[in-house]
């Protein structure tokens, strides 16, 4: 007999991703840029990046969560 699971509390009660108009349009020149990155710019988009998938991921869990639920569903 399967042992059951302690449902998980997510640890975060929002998803957001905030970005500043200077740094949205400073993204989407890089993106257009016809030149390589310096250095920084390139960090720069890896930052965004990063905190992109942060938020994604948690959509993510939210969404696996409600699906499990309406597995329940009939």
Known sequence: ????K????????RIELRIPS???VKLIKLAYKPTFLKEEELVFCK????K???VINN???LKSIAEKA???AR
Request: glycine share 0%; aromatic share 10%.
């Open 6 to 13: 302690e449902p998980k509390i997510c640890d975060f009660n």
């Open 47 to 50: 930052v965004w990046q990063a």
């Open 52 to 54: 992109a998938e942060i």
């Open 70 to 72: 309406l597995l329940r």
């Open 59 to 61: 959509a993510l869990h």
């Open 1 to 4: 007999m399967p042992k059951y």
């Open 22 to 24: 200077n740094q949205r």
